[in-house]
């Protein structure tokens, strides 16, 4: 059975990242409209999020997404034959994922900033990693569990985000954001699946 063609999946990954700044919730009443950083932000003030176990799940389970698409841009570099393009995306998604200036100054102790830090590490080693690692197979499997993980992380974080914003009483409804990136995280599972890379064995 022939090896299929590489596709690239950058443009998967920039409209992604469209849908992660477009909005996930909408509420008509209090003229609220958030995307998935903004969500997490949000949730991180909320005393119920803050006194959760484990802290801020709902704004990891928020921003980790990045993280996941992070990793499978740069797994995927050497695959589809853009690592250039694979490698800039994914160092830009990492940036993005700093916590702001004052973390550094004033604030090294904020559990909000914290959190984005972590983030911002583990994205920098997965990119690393990802873009020295040569095997395929595992180079494809990887970059699957991360898009599966990322497309799983943002539909729980999303539902929590959904719950803590009704509890203001407040009539909201799903913005096409969450979904749209939800969707991208799947297509780019499919791919990413090892079987796309079994019929040949050898190391690119």
Not at 33 to 49: F, I, K, N, R, T
Not at 124 to 139: I, K
Request: proline residues 8%; glycine residues 8%.
């Amino acid at each position: 059975m022939p090896m299929p063609k590489p596709v690239p999946i950058w443009p998967l990954i920039l409209i992604a990242l469209v849908f992660y700044s477009l909005p996930w919730v909408v509420s008509p009443d209090a003229a609220l409209s958030m995307g998935a950083y903004d969500l997490a932000e949000w949730a991180s003030l909320h005393p119920v999020v803050r006194g959760s176990s484990p802290p801020l799940l709902a704004s990891f389970l928020l921003r980790a997404p990045l993280v996941g698409i992070a990793w499978a841009a740069a797994l995927n570099a050497r695959w589809d034959g853009s690592r250039a393009l694979n490698g800039v995306l994914a160092g830009a998604i990492t940036i993005a994922l700093l916590p702001p200036l004052e973390f550094f100054t004033q604030y090294a102790d904020d559990p909000n900033y914290r959190q984005q830090m972590a983030l911002t590490l583990a994205a920098f080693t997965g990119v690393v990693v990802g873009l020295a690692v040569r095997p395929a197979f595992w180079r494809q499997a990887a970059a699957f569990i991360a898009a599966v993980g990322a497309a799983a992380a943002a539909f729980v974080g999303l539902m929590q985000a959904v719950s803590l914003v009704q509890e203001f009483r407040l009539a909201i409804f799903g913005g096409f954001g969450g979904g749209g990136f939800v969707i991208c995280c799947l297509i780019l599972s499919w791919l990413c699946f090892p079987a796309r890379t079994a019929s040949t064995n050898k190391t690119r």
